[in-house]
């Protein structure tokens, strides 16, 4: 069974950073594009970032050059470095294989908030 769970948001000034994590399960997943996404309130679920299986990557243009998305297949590990954080990234944000739109996580909160 597919699974992932998110981790690592939180509450955070503007121009500050976070770090999320996505657990993986059930799925080879050294084998697939991985890709993060965030749903702000309101709103409907958006593509934020995508790093496939040969390590190349690709960004929404409100995420480049302040995000970055990095994986470890040993440990079915996705992860999101988030700099610069803007009010607007406020969102849940969200993992799952690239283009693949089931079997959700509960994702993980993020606020950029003064």
């Known amino acids: 069974q597919v699974q992932f769970v998110e981790s690592g948001g939180g509450l955070v000034q503007p121009g500050g950073s976070l770090r999320l994590s996505c657990s993986a399960s059930g799925f080879g997943f050294r084998n697939y594009g991985m890709a993060w996404y965030r749903q702000a309130p309101g709103k409907e679920r958006e593509w934020v970032a995508v790093?496939?299986?040969?390590?190349?990557?690709d960004y929404a243009d409100s995420a480049k050059g302040r995000f970055t998305v990095s994986r470890d297949n040993a440990q079915n590990e996705l992860y999101l470095q988030m700099n610069s954080l803007k009010p607007e990234d406020t969102a849940v944000y969200y993992c799952n294989i690239n283009n693949r739109n089931q079997d959700w996580g509960p994702g993980t909160q993020v606020t950029v908030s003064s």
């Open positions: 790093i496939y299986v040969g390590g190349g990557v």
